[in-house]
Protein backbone atom coordinates (compact mmCIF):
# COMPACT_ATOMS: atom_id res chain seq x y z
CA UNK A 1 0.00 0.00 0.00
CA UNK A 2 2.85 2.57 1.33
CA UNK A 3 4.71 1.37 -2.21
CA UNK A 4 1.61 2.30 -4.79
CA UNK A 5 1.20 5.53 -2.97
CA UNK A 6 4.99 6.51 -3.65
CA UNK A 7 4.27 5.65 -7.18
CA UNK A 8 1.03 8.00 -7.68
CA UNK A 9 3.01 10.68 -5.81
CA UNK A 10 5.64 10.64 -7.83
CA UNK A 11 3.77 10.52 -11.30
CA UNK A 12 1.72 13.44 -9.96
CA UNK A 13 4.81 15.29 -9.02
CA UNK A 14 6.07 15.12 -12.65
CA UNK A 15 2.64 16.10 -14.24
CA UNK A 16 3.20 19.26 -12.38
CA UNK A 17 6.65 19.98 -13.27
CA UNK A 18 6.17 19.26 -16.96
CA UNK A 19 2.99 21.89 -16.71
CA UNK A 20 5.16 24.41 -14.84
CA UNK A 21 8.06 24.27 -17.39
CA UNK A 22 5.59 24.18 -20.49
CA UNK A 23 4.03 27.40 -19.20
CA UNK A 24 7.15 29.24 -18.29
CA UNK A 25 8.51 28.27 -22.12
CA UNK A 26 5.33 29.64 -23.44
CA UNK A 27 5.54 32.65 -21.75
CA UNK A 28 8.71 33.60 -22.83
CA UNK A 29 8.04 33.02 -26.23
CA UNK A 30 5.21 35.32 -26.27
CA UNK A 31 7.61 37.81 -24.78
CA UNK A 32 9.84 37.61 -27.58
CA UNK A 33 7.39 38.08 -30.29
CA UNK A 34 6.42 40.97 -28.71
CA UNK A 35 9.58 42.26 -28.59
CA UNK A 36 10.58 41.59 -31.64
CA UNK A 37 7.04 43.29 -32.90
CA UNK A 38 7.83 46.31 -31.47
CA UNK A 39 11.37 46.25 -32.86
CA UNK A 40 10.20 45.80 -36.24
CA UNK A 41 11.90 42.86 -36.87
CA UNK A 42 15.17 43.39 -35.61
CA UNK A 43 16.52 42.93 -32.45
CA UNK A 44 18.41 46.55 -32.23
CA UNK A 45 15.26 48.43 -34.11
CA UNK A 46 17.12 50.68 -36.03
CA UNK A 47 17.79 49.70 -39.17
CA UNK A 48 14.09 50.57 -40.60
CA UNK A 49 14.03 53.83 -39.31
CA UNK A 50 17.03 55.01 -41.00
CA UNK A 51 15.14 53.51 -44.19
CA UNK A 52 11.72 55.83 -43.87
CA UNK A 53 14.01 59.12 -42.85
CA UNK A 54 15.93 58.49 -46.40
CA UNK A 55 12.87 57.86 -48.17
CA UNK A 56 11.34 61.27 -46.78
CA UNK A 57 13.82 62.97 -47.88
CA UNK A 58 13.96 61.68 -51.24
CA UNK A 59 10.23 62.75 -51.80
CA UNK A 60 11.05 66.83 -50.87
CA UNK A 61 14.09 67.28 -51.56
CA UNK A 62 15.52 68.42 -55.07
CA UNK A 63 12.28 68.20 -57.06
CA UNK A 64 11.46 71.90 -56.94
CA UNK A 65 14.58 73.37 -58.37
CA UNK A 66 16.44 72.73 -61.31
CA UNK A 67 19.85 73.84 -62.62
CA UNK A 68 21.24 75.21 -66.06
CA UNK A 69 24.48 76.87 -67.07
CA UNK A 70 24.39 80.25 -68.65
CA UNK A 71 25.61 78.64 -71.96
CA UNK A 72 22.94 75.89 -71.68
CA UNK A 73 20.40 79.04 -71.38
CA UNK A 74 21.43 80.42 -74.23
CA UNK A 75 21.35 77.20 -76.53
CA UNK A 76 17.96 76.35 -75.28
CA UNK A 77 16.38 80.09 -75.35
CA UNK A 78 16.44 80.69 -71.73
CA UNK A 79 15.86 84.42 -71.01
CA UNK A 80 16.34 85.89 -67.56
CA UNK A 81 14.83 89.52 -66.61
CA UNK A 82 13.75 91.28 -63.48
CA UNK A 83 10.12 91.40 -62.77
CA UNK A 84 8.78 94.76 -63.61
CA UNK A 85 5.30 96.97 -62.96
CA UNK A 86 3.64 97.88 -66.25
CA UNK A 87 0.68 99.51 -67.16
CA UNK A 88 -1.97 96.62 -68.78
CA UNK A 89 -4.34 98.45 -71.37
CA UNK A 90 -8.00 96.55 -70.58
CA UNK A 91 -9.32 94.50 -73.29
CA UNK A 92 -13.16 92.98 -74.82
CA UNK A 93 -12.59 89.66 -75.64
CA UNK A 94 -15.15 88.94 -78.76
CA UNK A 95 -15.35 85.90 -81.39
CA UNK A 96 -15.47 86.14 -85.03
CA UNK A 97 -15.27 84.67 -88.26
CA UNK A 98 -13.16 84.75 -90.92
CA UNK A 99 -14.35 86.18 -94.37
CA UNK A 100 -12.04 86.90 -97.80
CA UNK A 101 -11.48 90.73 -97.87
CA UNK A 102 -14.21 91.65 -100.07
CA UNK A 103 -12.70 94.80 -101.31
CA UNK A 104 -10.21 92.37 -103.11
CA UNK A 105 -12.75 89.80 -104.57
CA UNK A 106 -13.59 89.05 -108.34
CA UNK A 107 -16.37 87.16 -110.11
CA UNK A 108 -15.08 86.25 -113.41
CA UNK A 109 -17.34 86.20 -115.99
CA UNK A 110 -17.49 86.40 -120.22
CA UNK A 111 -18.74 89.40 -121.33
CA UNK A 112 -20.52 87.74 -124.32
CA UNK A 113 -22.05 84.43 -124.34
CA UNK A 114 -20.21 81.55 -125.92
CA UNK A 115 -19.73 77.49 -125.19
CA UNK A 116 -16.65 76.43 -123.08
CA UNK A 117 -13.82 75.18 -124.82
CA UNK A 118 -11.01 75.04 -122.46
CA UNK A 119 -10.48 75.87 -118.83
CA UNK A 120 -6.96 76.67 -117.18
CA UNK A 121 -7.70 77.39 -113.73
CA UNK A 122 -8.40 75.24 -110.74
CA UNK A 123 -9.26 75.83 -107.14
CA UNK A 124 -6.38 76.91 -105.20
CA UNK A 125 -4.45 78.20 -107.98
CA UNK A 126 -2.69 81.29 -107.54
CA UNK A 127 -2.81 84.06 -110.86
CA UNK A 128 -2.30 87.31 -112.03
CA UNK A 129 -3.91 89.63 -113.18
CA UNK A 130 -4.39 89.32 -117.42
CA UNK A 131 -4.10 85.44 -117.07
CA UNK A 132 -6.03 83.32 -119.03
CA UNK A 133 -8.26 81.15 -117.45
CA UNK A 134 -11.29 79.46 -119.79
CA UNK A 135 -11.55 79.96 -123.74
CA UNK A 136 -14.94 80.18 -125.28
CA UNK A 137 -16.45 79.50 -128.88
CA UNK A 138 -18.78 82.63 -129.56
CA UNK A 139 -20.75 83.13 -132.25
CA UNK A 140 -21.66 86.87 -131.02
CA UNK A 141 -17.88 87.44 -130.89
CA UNK A 142 -17.55 86.41 -135.05
CA UNK A 143 -20.70 88.62 -136.14
CA UNK A 144 -18.79 91.79 -134.38
CA UNK A 145 -15.23 90.73 -136.03
CA UNK A 146 -17.22 90.34 -139.11
CA UNK A 147 -18.18 93.49 -138.78
CA UNK A 148 -15.19 95.22 -137.73
CA UNK A 149 -13.87 93.73 -140.97
CA UNK A 150 -16.33 95.16 -143.40
CA UNK A 151 -15.88 98.55 -141.70
CA UNK A 152 -12.42 98.42 -141.88
CA UNK A 153 -12.36 97.57 -145.73
CA UNK A 154 -15.40 100.63 -146.90
CA UNK A 155 -13.03 102.88 -145.05
CA UNK A 156 -10.23 102.04 -147.25
CA UNK A 157 -12.76 102.49 -150.49
CA UNK A 158 -13.99 105.66 -148.93
CA UNK A 159 -10.57 107.01 -148.40
CA UNK A 160 -9.60 105.91 -152.30
CA UNK A 161 -12.78 107.34 -153.75
CA UNK A 162 -12.14 110.58 -151.75
CA UNK A 163 -8.27 111.08 -153.06
CA UNK A 164 -9.72 110.02 -156.49
CA UNK A 165 -12.18 112.72 -156.32
CA UNK A 166 -10.21 115.33 -155.65
CA UNK A 167 -7.62 114.21 -158.16
CA UNK A 168 -10.32 114.90 -160.71
CA UNK A 169 -11.53 118.32 -158.98
CA UNK A 170 -7.86 119.76 -159.16
CA UNK A 171 -7.88 118.84 -163.09
CA UNK A 172 -11.88 120.54 -163.20
CA UNK A 173 -13.28 117.20 -164.43
CA UNK A 174 -15.45 116.54 -161.40
CA UNK A 175 -17.49 119.16 -159.34
CA UNK A 176 -16.50 120.61 -156.02
CA UNK A 177 -19.64 119.00 -154.41
CA UNK A 178 -18.68 115.81 -155.23
CA UNK A 179 -15.52 115.80 -153.22
CA UNK A 180 -17.72 117.28 -150.05
CA UNK A 181 -20.01 113.94 -150.65
CA UNK A 182 -17.00 111.67 -150.11
CA UNK A 183 -15.67 113.38 -147.34
CA UNK A 184 -18.75 113.02 -145.84
CA UNK A 185 -18.89 108.90 -146.60
CA UNK A 186 -14.92 108.77 -145.24
CA UNK A 187 -15.76 110.47 -142.03
CA UNK A 188 -18.82 108.15 -141.63
CA UNK A 189 -17.32 104.92 -142.38
CA UNK A 190 -13.94 106.18 -140.02
CA UNK A 191 -17.16 106.50 -136.98
CA UNK A 192 -18.35 102.86 -138.02
CA UNK A 193 -15.00 101.32 -137.91
CA UNK A 194 -14.44 102.98 -134.65
CA UNK A 195 -17.59 101.75 -133.15
CA UNK A 196 -16.91 98.23 -134.08
CA UNK A 197 -13.27 98.47 -132.42
CA UNK A 198 -14.97 99.69 -129.12
CA UNK A 199 -17.42 96.89 -129.16
CA UNK A 200 -14.31 94.50 -129.97
CA UNK A 201 -11.99 96.42 -127.22
CA UNK A 202 -15.01 95.47 -124.63
CA UNK A 203 -15.73 91.83 -125.31
CA UNK A 204 -11.91 92.04 -124.11
CA UNK A 205 -10.67 91.52 -127.65
CA UNK A 206 -7.45 93.27 -128.54
CA UNK A 207 -7.36 94.28 -131.93
CA UNK A 208 -3.48 92.85 -132.53
CA UNK A 209 -5.03 89.58 -132.85
CA UNK A 210 -6.80 90.07 -135.94
CA UNK A 211 -4.09 92.72 -137.65
CA UNK A 212 -3.27 89.54 -140.24
CA UNK A 213 -4.74 88.06 -143.11
CA UNK A 214 -5.96 85.38 -141.01
CA UNK A 215 -9.29 84.56 -141.21
CA UNK A 216 -9.51 81.47 -138.44
CA UNK A 217 -12.66 81.41 -136.45
CA UNK A 218 -11.93 83.47 -133.52
CA UNK A 219 -12.02 82.68 -129.65
CA UNK A 220 -12.62 84.54 -126.49
CA UNK A 221 -10.15 84.52 -123.69
CA UNK A 222 -11.65 85.06 -120.34
CA UNK A 223 -8.64 86.52 -118.79
CA UNK A 224 -8.15 87.08 -114.43
CA UNK A 225 -9.10 91.26 -113.66
CA UNK A 226 -6.74 90.97 -111.00
CA UNK A 227 -4.20 88.79 -109.57
CA UNK A 228 -4.95 86.24 -106.05
CA UNK A 229 -6.23 82.63 -105.52
CA UNK A 230 -9.22 80.91 -106.85
CA UNK A 231 -11.93 79.82 -104.52
CA UNK A 232 -14.97 78.91 -106.31
CA UNK A 233 -14.87 77.34 -109.82
CA UNK A 234 -17.69 76.58 -112.12
CA UNK A 235 -15.78 76.64 -115.90
CA UNK A 236 -16.97 72.83 -117.32
CA UNK A 237 -15.95 72.44 -120.55
CA UNK A 238 -18.79 71.83 -123.06
CA UNK A 239 -21.09 74.27 -121.38
CA UNK A 240 -22.59 77.66 -122.28
CA UNK A 241 -21.33 80.67 -120.85
CA UNK A 242 -23.49 83.80 -120.67
CA UNK A 243 -22.17 86.97 -119.00
CA UNK A 244 -25.10 86.40 -115.63
CA UNK A 245 -23.14 83.42 -114.97
CA UNK A 246 -19.22 83.34 -112.97
CA UNK A 247 -16.79 81.10 -114.66
CA UNK A 248 -14.40 81.93 -111.32
CA UNK A 249 -14.02 83.65 -108.15
CA UNK A 250 -10.76 85.55 -107.60
CA UNK A 251 -9.86 86.10 -104.02
CA UNK A 252 -6.53 88.47 -102.67
CA UNK A 253 -5.94 86.48 -99.51
CA UNK A 254 -3.32 88.79 -98.60
CA UNK A 255 -5.09 90.73 -95.69
CA UNK A 256 -8.68 88.98 -94.55
CA UNK A 257 -11.75 90.56 -92.66
CA UNK A 258 -12.76 89.13 -89.42
CA UNK A 259 -16.21 90.05 -88.72
CA UNK A 260 -16.99 89.84 -84.78
CA UNK A 261 -20.18 90.64 -82.18
CA UNK A 262 -19.34 93.30 -79.81
CA UNK A 263 -22.20 93.49 -76.56
CA UNK A 264 -24.47 96.39 -76.50
CA UNK A 265 -23.31 97.42 -73.37
CA UNK A 266 -18.98 97.95 -74.89
CA UNK A 267 -20.04 100.14 -77.60
CA UNK A 268 -18.90 103.16 -75.99
CA UNK A 269 -15.37 101.05 -76.07
CA UNK A 270 -14.85 100.42 -79.39
CA UNK A 271 -14.00 102.50 -82.46
CA UNK A 272 -12.58 102.65 -85.55
CA UNK A 273 -9.50 102.29 -85.97
CA UNK A 274 -8.67 100.70 -82.46
CA UNK A 275 -5.99 98.01 -82.34
CA UNK A 276 -6.97 94.44 -82.09
CA UNK A 277 -5.14 91.14 -81.55
CA UNK A 278 -6.83 88.12 -83.35
CA UNK A 279 -6.02 84.20 -82.46
CA UNK A 280 -7.49 81.11 -84.09
CA UNK A 281 -7.59 77.14 -82.63
CA UNK A 282 -5.49 76.39 -86.10
CA UNK A 283 -2.20 78.42 -84.94
CA UNK A 284 -3.05 79.26 -81.11
CA UNK A 285 0.82 80.71 -80.84
CA UNK A 286 0.59 82.88 -83.45
CA UNK A 287 -1.09 86.14 -82.58
CA UNK A 288 -1.96 88.39 -85.62
CA UNK A 289 -2.44 92.54 -85.21
CA UNK A 290 -5.80 94.51 -86.89
CA UNK A 291 -7.61 97.32 -86.36
CA UNK A 292 -11.38 97.99 -86.60
CA UNK A 293 -12.52 99.17 -89.78
CA UNK A 294 -16.31 98.94 -89.73
CA UNK A 295 -19.09 99.33 -87.04
CA UNK A 296 -22.38 98.07 -87.58
CA UNK A 297 -25.05 100.71 -87.50
CA UNK A 298 -27.86 98.67 -86.56
CA UNK A 299 -28.36 96.26 -83.24
CA UNK A 300 -29.27 92.83 -83.68
CA UNK A 301 -32.48 92.39 -81.47
CA UNK A 302 -32.05 88.80 -80.72
CA UNK A 303 -28.57 88.74 -79.27
CA UNK A 304 -28.23 92.48 -78.29
CA UNK A 305 -24.76 92.60 -79.97
CA UNK A 306 -23.53 94.61 -83.22
CA UNK A 307 -21.16 93.69 -86.25
CA UNK A 308 -17.75 95.03 -86.13
CA UNK A 309 -15.37 94.47 -88.67
CA UNK A 310 -11.22 94.04 -88.05
CA UNK A 311 -8.83 93.84 -90.94
CA UNK A 312 -6.31 91.98 -90.63
CA UNK A 313 -2.87 90.97 -92.97
CA UNK A 314 -2.42 87.56 -94.04
CA UNK A 315 1.09 86.70 -94.64
CA UNK A 316 1.45 83.21 -96.02
CA UNK A 317 -2.46 82.59 -96.43
CA UNK A 318 -2.46 80.79 -93.09
CA UNK A 319 -5.93 82.52 -92.02
CA UNK A 320 -8.75 80.70 -94.51
CA UNK A 321 -12.38 81.89 -94.50
CA UNK A 322 -15.00 80.57 -92.38
CA UNK A 323 -12.38 79.80 -89.25
CA UNK A 324 -13.99 80.93 -85.98
CA UNK A 325 -11.14 83.36 -84.04
CA UNK A 326 -10.67 84.89 -80.96
CA UNK A 327 -10.26 88.88 -80.74
CA UNK A 328 -9.04 91.16 -77.96
CA UNK A 329 -9.91 95.03 -78.40
CA UNK A 330 -7.21 96.68 -76.51
CA UNK A 331 -8.98 99.95 -74.80
CA UNK A 332 -7.10 102.69 -73.03
CA UNK A 333 -6.77 102.33 -68.98
CA UNK A 334 -6.06 104.83 -66.13
CA UNK A 335 -5.05 102.46 -63.85
CA UNK A 336 -1.73 102.57 -61.96
CA UNK A 337 0.59 100.65 -63.24
CA UNK A 338 1.09 96.45 -61.36
CA UNK A 339 3.57 93.58 -61.65
CA UNK A 340 2.57 92.03 -65.00
CA UNK A 341 5.20 89.50 -66.60
CA UNK A 342 4.28 87.76 -69.97
CA UNK A 343 1.98 84.87 -71.16
CA UNK A 344 4.29 82.28 -72.10
CA UNK A 345 6.28 82.83 -68.72
CA UNK A 346 3.47 80.98 -66.93
CA UNK A 347 3.35 77.59 -67.19
CA UNK A 348 0.43 74.79 -65.24
CA UNK A 349 2.58 72.92 -63.02
CA UNK A 350 1.02 70.07 -60.71
CA UNK A 351 -1.99 72.24 -60.98
CA UNK A 352 -0.21 75.63 -60.07
CA UNK A 353 0.61 78.39 -61.51
CA UNK A 354 4.15 78.63 -61.49
CA UNK A 355 7.47 81.00 -62.87
CA UNK A 356 10.97 79.97 -62.36
CA UNK A 357 12.40 82.57 -60.43
CA UNK A 358 16.41 82.87 -60.32
CA UNK A 359 18.95 84.45 -57.48
CA UNK A 360 22.03 83.57 -59.25
CA UNK A 361 20.68 83.63 -62.21
CA UNK A 362 21.60 78.88 -62.65
CA UNK A 363 19.34 77.63 -60.11
CA UNK A 364 15.70 78.25 -61.08
CA UNK A 365 12.64 77.69 -58.36
CA UNK A 366 9.22 76.59 -59.54
CA UNK A 367 7.48 78.88 -57.21
CA UNK A 368 3.59 79.25 -57.21
CA UNK A 369 2.10 82.62 -58.30
CA UNK A 370 -1.59 84.28 -57.83
CA UNK A 371 -2.16 85.32 -61.34
CA UNK A 372 -5.17 88.19 -62.27
CA UNK A 373 -6.21 90.19 -65.69
CA UNK A 374 -4.39 88.97 -68.70
CA UNK A 375 -4.29 91.58 -71.82
CA UNK A 376 -1.91 92.20 -74.73
CA UNK A 377 -0.41 89.28 -74.29
CA UNK A 378 0.72 90.09 -70.23
CA UNK A 379 -0.58 88.37 -66.71
CA UNK A 380 -1.12 90.71 -64.06
CA UNK A 381 0.92 88.73 -60.53
CA UNK A 382 -1.29 89.10 -57.56
CA UNK A 383 0.60 87.57 -55.25
CA UNK A 384 3.94 85.37 -55.47
CA UNK A 385 6.67 87.36 -57.34
CA UNK A 386 7.90 91.09 -55.85
CA UNK A 387 9.29 93.73 -58.26
CA UNK A 388 13.00 93.59 -58.92
CA UNK A 389 13.30 89.54 -58.46
CA UNK A 390 14.69 87.59 -61.49
CA UNK A 391 12.27 85.03 -63.45
CA UNK A 392 12.46 83.50 -67.24
CA UNK A 393 10.64 85.37 -69.37
CA UNK A 394 11.37 83.20 -71.59
CA UNK A 395 12.17 79.40 -72.00
CA UNK A 396 10.07 78.88 -69.19
CA UNK A 397 8.40 75.24 -70.57
CA UNK A 398 12.19 74.20 -70.98
CA UNK A 399 12.76 74.65 -67.56
CA UNK A 400 9.73 72.84 -66.83
CA UNK A 401 10.86 69.96 -69.09
CA UNK A 402 14.18 69.56 -67.05
CA UNK A 403 12.11 69.85 -63.74
CA UNK A 404 9.89 67.08 -64.48
CA UNK A 405 12.94 65.02 -65.92
CA UNK A 406 14.85 65.23 -62.92
CA UNK A 407 11.12 63.42 -61.17
CA UNK A 408 11.39 60.46 -63.13
CA UNK A 409 14.80 59.96 -62.74
CA UNK A 410 14.73 60.73 -58.42
CA UNK A 411 11.36 57.97 -59.00
CA UNK A 412 13.33 55.40 -60.81
CA UNK A 413 16.90 55.88 -58.06
CA UNK A 414 13.95 54.80 -55.24
Known amino acids: MNRTMLIISLVIAATVGGCIYYRSTQNRTVSEKQEKEKTGGHADGKDEGAKGKKDGDNDHGGKETVKMTAKVQQQS ?8 KKRMAGAITVTGKVEANADKIAHLSPRISGKIVSVRGSLGDTVVVGQALATLDSVELGEALNRYRQSKTKLTLAQSNMERIKALVEKKIAARKDILQAETEYKSTQTELHTDEERLSLYGVPLSDFQGEDQKRPLLHVKAPMGGTITEKHAIVGELA ?3 KSLYTIADLSSIWVVVDVNEKDLGKIYRGQAATLSVGAFPEM ?8 IADLVDPGTRTVKARIEVANPGRKLKPEMFATVELMLATDAPPSLAVPE ?7 GLKVLFVTENGVEFAARPVQSGRAAGGMVEIVSGLKEGEKYAVQGSFILKSELKKSEMSDGQSH
Open 77 to 84: GVVVAAAQ
Open 242 to 244: DPS
Open 287 to 294: KMKGRITY
Open 344 to 350: DALQDLD
